[in-house]
């Protein structure tokens, strides 16, 4: 009698590990370029909230596993969601983008060979990136009929401004490395490229020096304020300062 075919156990789809009081967090599904399906969104929002709720942990570094740190969504799975209403659900109840952004500690993008799509929105989700000398960026959705769906359209034009980010979005032309850092989009190139993740590390225990408070103040005086006017701005800043004297 043949013996029932047992399931393969798949990888996990992140892998998350702490160097000190650096968390690293690796996208792992290099055999697809670390497209992002939706058992790395689940994945990656359980990870997200171990960070920040680890109060041994003062900054993150996300990478990506294996020649690239992402390519975006995983095409093989649009458009299987029992229904568009069943998919916002999710989304709305596991916000990763959301949980990401609004981290109350530093977060570093070392990023590397293919970086686009959802991968590039998720850097610029990032505080910083930092890229080895092959990443390659670009938005590809306005050529599958998508609008960049993981807060592109936001991110780019806060970063690059709006005639530079309607390039890029609406072109879908690549970037290279040496082109994302003299945009703004990359903070630094790393070489050679088997450094990168040491490189990532050694900035986010840079940043754990600093107080954790200080930090997480100053990331909100520029991310809110970028939402306020220039007056509103300035309360905002003269308040967080108060709290650190």
């Known amino acids: 009698m043949a013996k029932p075919a047992q399931a393969r156990r798949l990888p996990p ?13 690796s996208l792992n599904r290099p055999e697809v370029l670390n497209a992002y399906n939706v058992a790395m ?3 990656l929002f359980e990870t997200l909230q171990a960070v920040r709720d680890d109060p041994d942990v003062g900054a993150m570094v996300l990478r990506g596993n294996g020649p690239a740190f992402s390519s975006g969504g995983d095409v093989s799975e649009f458009g299987t969601a029992p229904s568009p209403l069943a ?3 999710v989304r709305w109840r596991r916000d990763v983008w959301g949980v990401l952004r609004t981290l109350p500690k530093p977060a570093i993008a070392a990023v590397h060979g293919y970086t686009v799509g959802g991968g590039l929105e998720m850097a610029l989700l990032c505080d910083l990136c930092i890229a080895a000398a092959d990443a390659r960026f670009c938005y590809p959705e306005t050529g599958l009929a998508m609008i960049p ?3 592109g359209t936001q991110t780019t034009t806060r970063l690059l401004g709006i005639g530079r980010a309607l390039d890029l979005v609406l072109t879908g032309r690549w970037l290279s490395a040496a082109e994302a850092l ?3 989009i990359v903070a630094r ?3 050679p490229a088997d450094d990168l993740r040491a ?4 900035l986010a225990r840079q940043l ?7 930090l997480a103040q100053t990331k909100r005086a520029v991310n809110e304020g970028l939402d306020l006017s220039l007056a509103e701005g300035l309360t905002l800043e003269k308040r967080l300062a108060e709290l650190n004297h």
């Open 87 to 89: 998919a916002r659900d």
């Open 199 to 202: 490189a990532a590390v050694d």
């Open 189 to 191: 190139i790393v070489a």
């Open 208 to 214: 754990c020096k600093l107080p954790p408070a200080l």
């Open 182 to 184: 003299q945009l703004g």
């Open 149 to 151: 769906g993981v807060a």
């Open 41 to 43: 969104r689940d994945a």
């Open 13 to 25: 789809a992140v892998l998350y590990e702490k160097a000190g009081s650096v968390a690293v967090v």
